[in-house]
Structure formats: structure tokens, C-alpha cells
């Protein structure tokens, strides 16, 4: 798979290995003369299995379809080491990391009627947690439970409508099945990166247990 965007002044391109594959890969290409910003950030999936809505690395396209609604998910990258080389400007920036990297497609154009989400990814103890819910307008997803607030003491939304702020925390129960018990993990939003009315993007810190431990959480919002 390979889609170019251009675009004003600036190109910016992906490519990415087939995920019916092992060792799936992730290219992001970025030039950009007016801002001033070179560079080409690589996601490599070596910590959690590409998973689809219907299963890991399913093929069954027709499953994916969420509420019938023609969207359709995919968890690509639910949990990656990245590296990132970037120059902005004269200045040389080069960094590892973690990231998560998901597609949305569809054969429909998507309302607030049909689908509202949240998406989470992280890495916690050695276990990575990438939780995607959806929604439709009359149909809540029953899968991962979870609960966000607002602002301490009282809840936000559930499905999120637009201009919903950025939950300040998230709890989250997994069921790991009877012989492994429960999975519990706490968020705490730290930082906003983006605020729209359809869309968040954040960072936070994360507490679970399996053992007890802390952790950093991205986490994004969307109302679309």
C-alpha cells in the first residue's frame, strides 16, 4: 500500500508492508519547504500483533463493518517501536519511541448520527493496550468498559457528542477471562496536544494493575 498527499507547498507521503505479513512496517515521508520541516518517521510492529475488529489478522472484510454502518476499523500498529528523524529548520532532531497506528475506511460518508469513538494506546507492564470503542447513534459497543469523566466527580458523555471536552480521567475494566482475572487501568490527562470540537489529541499518565504499575498514555478523541 502506498498514498501520497500533496498539497499547498509542502508533500507529505506513507507507505506501509502488507499486514498479512509479519514484520509489518510504517513510512511517513515528510517535505515540507515553507515550514521547513524534512523528515522520515518509521513505525516498526514488533510488540502486539496487527488485530481487526473480527479477530488477529483476520481476513474478513465483511466483519469489519461497525453497526453496519459501512465503516470499518483496523488496529495496524496497535503497539510499535518508533524512530523519528526530523529537521526543522537547521536544527537535527532524532528520538525513539512508542506509537500505535489505526485505519478507519468505508464505504459511506460517516455522520454524527453513526459513529462516535475513542481510541486509546499504550503500553503498561509489558502489555499493550490499544482500546478502540464504537458507537452508533442508538447501539453502544459492549466489549472493553469504560468510563470517563470530565472533570472530577461527574461523567462525561457516553457516546461522546461534539464539543465534548477531553475527559480528565478514563477508567478501563478488561476481562482477561477467569484464569487471569481482571485488568484495571486508571488515566489521567496530563496534556492536550489538539482541542476541536470533533477531535482530541492528548497525553496523560496511566496506572494499572497485573501488577501495579505506571506508565504514559496518548490518547485521541473523535466525534465524526
Known amino acids: 500500500m502506498s498514498i501520497d498527499f500533496v498539497g499547498g507547498q509542502g508533500d507529505v507521503s506513507f507507505d506501509a508492508t502488507s499486514t498479512l505479513h509479519s514484520g509489518l512496517e510504517y513510512y511517513l515521508c515528510v517535505d515540507s519547504p515553507a515550514s521547513g520541516i524534512r523528515g522520515s518517521p518509521r513505525l516498526t510492529s514488533s510488540r502486539a500483533p ?52 489505526d485505519k478507519v475506511w468505508g464505504t459511506a460518508y460517516i455522520s454524527t448520527e453513526t459513529l462516535q469513538s475513542l481510541l ?42 461534539p464539543d ?30 489538539l482541542e476541536q470540537p470533533a477531535v482530541h489529541f492528548g497525553t496523560g499518565k496511566l496506572k494499572g494493575s497485573l501488577p501495579i504499575n505506571d506508565g504514559v498514555e496518548t490518547l485521541e478523541g473523535h466525534v465524526v
Open 120 to 161: 486509546l494506546g499504550t503500553r503498561e507492564a509489558g502489555i499493550s493496550i490499544q482500546n478502540g470503542d464504537f458507537w452508533g447513534a442508538s447501539c453502544e459497543c459492549e466489549a472493553v468498559r469504560v468510563k470517563a469523566w470530565a472533570e472530577e466527580g461527574s461523567g462525561s458523555p457516553s457516546p461522546p457528542v
Open 50 to 101: 496487527h488485530h481487526f475488529a473480527c479477530g488477529p489478522n483476520a481476513v474478513c472484510a465483511d466483519e469489519l463493518l461497525v453497526h453496519s454502518y459501512g465503516i470499518a476499523l483496523s488496529d495496524a500498529m496497535p503497539d510499535s517501536d518508533a524512530r523519528f528523524e526530523l529537521s526543522i529548520g537547521n536544527e537535527m532532531l532524532s528520538w525513539l519511541g512508542t506509537a500505535c497506528h
Open 164 to 193: 465534548t471536552p477531553m475527559p480528565e480521567r478514563i477508567a478501563m475494566t478488561f476481562d482477561l477471562r477467569e484464569e487471569n482475572g481482571k485488568l484495571l487501568v486508571n488515566i489521567t490527562t496530563r496534556a492536550l496536544i
